[in-house]
């Protein structure tokens, strides 16, 4: 059973068609590509694999589970988290509190249980601050952990931001443009950065990206997208020798 | 031990001095009133600064669920505890003691499910409209009351001081000074222990980035389903205390201006900070009454040095143009409020070793 299969996926705002029969399917483990020029739709099919928006047509069945028309929380709590293109985090809650609120589809506790300070309560707070902490450790932001994310510079702020996606345990991770805004010293260690995470967490990625030198990379597969509708799609020695994708990014006028 | 067991000891303490200064005649009836309000205003502080504060959203309902509490506990105890129209008592006068906290939780609950209902229907709107939503809910509330004649309508709805009575003459303590405290206490602990659960961290999370927090797991609205649950059962909560201290309400208690007053506390206690609530709770309470004294004062004082012509006096009407202007100060001055976001501990760590914030 695949891990992700996304069939047919459109969507219409009004009059205007920004995604239009988007396919793709992951086995899981990969680490795919998604990439298109501005305004293609790429962050509108983003949105609608991660429920926040319903795609007009077409089907995602994640894990065995449809998915298409489920709250995005729902959605996150089978399995599938994401960054944003902007980064989103709470910026006046400390790093630590960014890490452990992502943590609401585990927490195994109900508002009563708040109020009254059961054991299971106890109990998972306990859980919920080392998995937090864990995760930290494990991207080296352990000292970074009562900071606000607004201090911090903004490489840090997009790795906290891909900490707090991974902290919802998630099978598919999906980053919108982790490198926009970044320096080229930053980019590379973004690199590392996805490149270790896919291994460690052995998850799938899924991202969307700008910049060649990161998708060329790191993506296994790239689908390219245009007007909303797929142009091409191949490994990245084929994406980068199509001459559609060429024309797609360039234009079509000769110089 | 000593130092966890600090702030239990310090709130008997203070509870165990005005019970003491009430019953030895120090403290009138017209300063235990002061009193009593001022834990009132706590608790209705402290509840809205939950919704306006930590959740960023603009609820301007507060008296609306605060009538609802306030009708229905005196109901209860009205109905149960006296001879009323309603009929002979239904309880040994005894019993009000236990009779009494149960009708305010009742009142509270009944509050809360009003909650709900006003917040089923507003969850896809924010800011400006809940704004109206909430306005409309508490003139839907209070237009009902107007016009339930059984509970007397726009003339209001008395009997509960001899509900008092029967607490005080059972034993002799001054019973409303102890519920208002323990209200008081009791709202402040229970929201400080939601806000600091990882469960109740998620109201900030909406009130930051409500997309971020939907797609990061978050069940957006069911958090905010138990906040402005819990917000509103407590609103009620200190409406039940309120007419019980006055023996005597009346819709008109309980209007758009009721509402105005309790978000000025929370404003200028600073958003979200719970201990700026309690702040702004006692010092906009002994302001109100403060100024009682300080206008007739201030109207010899002027008189005396001839800034006022002598045909003109300082009325109490004046206290409208002070404490306005006092909050336009206070806006222009510090619009964060007095503590901002932040808490008590914040300031000062020392005092974390006393209380746990977690």
């Known amino acids: 059973m695949a891990l992700i299969d996304v069939d047919n996926l459109t969507m219409r705002f009004g009059g205007l068609t920004a995604v239009s029969e988007f396919s793709t399917r992951m086995e899981g483990g990969e680490l795919m590509g998604l990439i298109g020029p501005n305004g293609a739709g790429k962050t509108t099919v983003f949105n609608m694999v991660s429920g926040f928006y319903t795609p007009s047509e077409g089907r995602i069945v994640f894990d065995g589970t449809p998915t298409a028309g489920l709250k995005p929380h729902r959605v996150t709590t089978l399995g599938i988290s994401r960054t944003f293109q902007n980064i989103r985090l709470w910026h006046d809650l400390s790093v630590l509190d960014n890490i452990r609120i992502a943590q609401h589809s585990r927490m195994g506790y109900t508002s009563w249980d708040a109020f009254l300070r059961t054991r299971r309560f106890l109990d998972n707070e306990a859980r919920i601050d080392r998995t937090a902490l864990e995760l930290l450790e494990a991207l080296d932001l352990l000292r970074f952990k009562d900071e606000l994310p607004r201090n911090l510079p903004y490489g840090l702020q997009r790795k906290v931001e891909i900490a707090r996606a991974l902290s919802t345990k998630p099978k598919l991770l999906l980053l919108d443009e982790p490198a926009a805004g970044l320096n080229s010293a930053d980019v590379k260690g973004l690199i590392d950065l996805v490149r270790w995470i896919h291994k460690e967490f052995k998850i799938t990625i899924w991202m969307i990206e700008h910049q060649m030198t990161v998708v060329m990379s790191l993506c296994q597969y790239i689908q390219v997208i245009d007007f909303g509708r797929q142009i091409a799609a191949g490994t990245p020695e084929e994406i980068q020798k199509n001459p559609v994708v060429i024309k797609a990014y360039l234009g079509d006028d000769q110089i | ?358």
């Not at chain 2, 305010?104 to 229907?121: E, K, R, S």
């Open chain 2, 1 to 358: 031990m000593l130092q966890r067991l600090s702030v239990p000891l310090v709130l008997l303490a203070s509870l165990a001095v005005c019970v003491g200064l009430s019953m030895g005649g120090v403290l009138d009836g017209y300063m235990q009133t002061v009193l009593m309000f001022v834990g009132i205003n706590v608790i209705l502080a402290t509840s809205l600064n939950l919704i306006n504060g930590n959740m960023g959203e603009f609820a301007c309902g507060h008296a609306g669920f605060m009538a609802v509490g306030a009708y229905v506990s005196s109901l209860l105890t009205v109905l149960f505890l006296t001879d009323s129209k309603f009929g002979p008592a239904l309880l040994p006068s005894g019993a009000a003691l236990w009779f009494f906290p149960l009708s305010l939780v009742v009142g509270g609950a009944a509050a809360a499910v009003t909650g709900l209902l006003v917040a089923l229907p507003s969850f896809r709107t924010r800011g400006d409209y809940l704004a109206i939503i909430t306005i409309a809910a508490s003139y839907i509330i209070k237009s009902s009351i107007e016009n339930i004649d059984t509970i007397g309508g726009a003339r209001g709805f008395m009997g509960m001081s001899r509900v008092v009575a029967a607490m005080n003459s059972t034993i002799d303590l001054p019973w409303m000074i102890i519920w208002t405290f323990a209200g008081a206490v009791f709202c402040v602990w229970i929201i400080q222990r939601y806000v600091s659960s990882t469960y109740g961290k998620g109201v900030m999370a909406i009130c930051q980035d409500e997309v971020a927090a939907e797609i990061m797991s978050v069940n957006t609205n069911r958090i905010k389903l138990v906040t402005f649950m819990l917000s509103s059962g407590l609103a009620g909560l200190a409406g039940g205390l309120m007419a019980h201290v006055l023996g005597y309400v009346n819709p008109g208690n309980f209007t758009i201006l009721k509402s105005t007053e309790i978000m000025v506390m929370v404003y200028m206690g600073g958003m979200g900070s719970i201990s700026g609530a309690v702040m702004a709770a006692f010092l906009i309470t002994f302001l109100m009454e403060g100024l009682r004294f300080i206008i007739p004062m201030l109207d010899t004082l002027l008189h005396a040095v001839w800034l006022l012509p002598d045909g003109y006096e300082l009325t109490q009407v004046w206290k409208w143009v002070i404490i306005p202007l006092l909050l336009i100060m206070l806006m222009m001055f510090r619009p964060e409020g007095i503590m901002g976001a932040r808490e008590l501990a914040d300031l000062f760590p020392r005092l974390r070793q006393y209380y746990k914030f977690k």
